[in-house]
């Protein structure tokens, strides 16, 4: 062992006589260990929201929208899936439908008329998906009790049983808890869908052809989705309001939902996809807004908790400069038998890093160690809406972060060294033993 280690170590773990300084570097590692600790779970936190959010927004809606010309009529949907799955990676490949509607509960007395987005499904594509399957329920009061496969196999037939719809003219639907609750409305029961009159006919909406039948219930925890959207079968739409067909478009899910931002613009680079031109966008550029939020968001968390790490590097200053003081006669005396400047700049700007270390390794694992409590009990319930697709504080840990910690951590350790190794290294011999 070189003896500027040696001589660290033992300046490390200071003697009895030596308490006060013990306890200073001590309070100066716990700084450190405080502040990377609280960076490891800020950045855990945020890193289980942001993933949290895109499972809910790309299991909800599909990756990459294809939105036909409303000059060209409806294109022929299976040449144009069968084109696109020649031409990138797909999962699958179906049609949609939008139809903004109004509807009531006919069994509520005085219950309002409240705007949905009807948005039309194919439910033999969206049965493959499995982060589909994860937001459909059948409404029953054991649901959570059941195993995920029996779950899973129910919420397939009844997203499959969106096809099936009444000879009187009943269509079945999906809709949320919250949006249930607006319109009145419980599992089996009916909804009336209205329509804008004609000129002439007043300014009353009137009823249109069918009724919508509750089925089932789903919920992403998008509350702006939510709230506002009703699932139903994508021709089911057609016979209720028969001039929607023009609003067909195409709905495409990758295998990595995060590819769509490039998929969208290799698809915008081709002229023409089976013979109709398409506007193609991406869910990531429908809700860009939100992931720069997030992305700023976890910025700012970082530079905020860093300021942590940044008081504790004046406690590693103090520290520091209190042993160069402490240790002068034991400089000048290393210095007297030959130990070059640069061996002593060695052990003071080791000791400082080796405060940096331990706190850095100890605020790691007590980082890591919050994150599993926080992920495995659940400890702080969080309102329905506030965190998508959780009712618990999401947390995911990444080893990128985790790097970046340790690295500014360590930096800042670093920092804090030189001035206290650059004293130790200039201090006169003579000064030190007639001081000292």
């Given at each position: 062992m070189r003896y500027e280690l040696a001589i660290t170590l033992r300046y490390f773990f200071s003697r009895e006589r030596e308490r006060s300084l013990s306890l200073i570097t001590s309070l100066a590692a716990g700084g450190v260990t405080l502040g990377v600790a609280a960076l490891v779970v800020a950045m855990s936190v945020m890193n289980g929201y942001q993933a949290n959010m895109v499972r809910a927004m790309s299991g909800a809606l599909p990756h990459v929208s294809l939105l036909p010309s409303p000059q060209q009529g409806a294109p022929d949907f299976d040449a144009i899936a069968r084109d696109l799955q020649r031409s990138v990676r797909v999962a699958s490949v179906s049609p949609f439908l939008l139809q903004e509607a109004l509807v009531s509960n006919p069994?509520?007395?005085?219950?309002?008329?409240?705007?949905?987005m009807l948005r039309g499904v194919d439910p033999a594509a969206e049965a493959r998906l499995p982060e589909f399957l994860a937001f459909v329920s059948d409404g029953s009061s054991d649901w959570e009790r059941r195993s995920a496969p029996e779950r899973e196999a129910r919420a397939r037939a009844v997203l499959m049983g969106l096809e099936r719809a009444a000879a009187q003219g009943e269509y079945p639907?999906?809709?949320?808890?919250?949006?249930?609750?607006?319109?009145?409305?419980?599992?089996?029961?009916?909804?009336?869908?209205?329509?804008?009159?004609?000129?002439?006919?007043?300014?009353?909406?009137?009823?249109?052809?069918?009724?919508?039948?509750?089925?089932?219930?789903?919920?992403?925890?998008?509350?702006?989705?939510?709230?506002?959207?009703?699932?139903?079968?994508?021709?089911?739409?057609?016979?209720?309001?028969?001039?929607?067909?023009r609003n067909f478009s195409l709905g495409v899910r990758l295998a990595d939902p995060l590819d769509a931002g490039p998929v969208a613009e290799r698809l915008r680079a081709e002229t023409s996809l089976g013979g109709s031109g398409f506007a193609v966008y991406s869910w990531l550029e429908s809700n860009r807004g939100i992931f720069q939020v997030i992305r700023i968001q976890k910025v700012m968390l970082f530079i905020v908790l860093m300021l942590i790490v940044v008081i504790a590097f004046f406690g590693m200053v103090g520290a520091?400069?209190?042993?160069?003081?402490?240790?002068?006669?034991?400089?000048?005396?290393?210095?007297?038998?030959g130990a070059s400047e640069r061996s002593v700049h060695l052990i003071f700007l080791a000791q400082g890093l080796l405060i940096g270390a331990v706190g850095t390794v100890l605020g790691v694992a007590a980082g890591l160690g919050l994150c599993w409590i926080l992920d495995a009990f659940p400890l702080i319930e969080i309102p329905p809406g506030v965190?998508?697709?959780?009712?618990?504080i999401p947390v995911r840990v990444a080893w990128q972060d985790l790097l970046l910690v340790v690295g500014g951590t360590m930096a800042v350790s670093l920092t804090a060294t030189l001035y206290p190794s650059r004293k130790a290294m200039r201090l006169p011999p003579v000064n030190g033993l007639r001081y000292g």
């Open positions: 069994a509520g007395a005085g219950a309002p008329m409240q705007g949905v639907v999906l809709l949320s808890p919250e949006l249930a609750r607006k319109l009145g409305v419980r599992l089996g029961e009916l909804l009336v869908p209205l329509v804008h009159p004609r000129q002439g006919e007043g300014f009353s909406p009137r009823e249109a052809a069918g009724r919508l039948r509750v089925a089932g219930f789903f919920h992403t925890g998008i509350l702006a989705f939510d709230e506002i959207v009703v699932l139903i079968y994508v021709h089911s739409i057609e016979r209720i309001y028969p001039g929607s067909r520091l400069v209190m042993l160069v003081i402490d240790k002068a006669r034991e400089i000048a005396v290393l210095k007297s038998l965190y998508p697709g959780s009712d618990r």
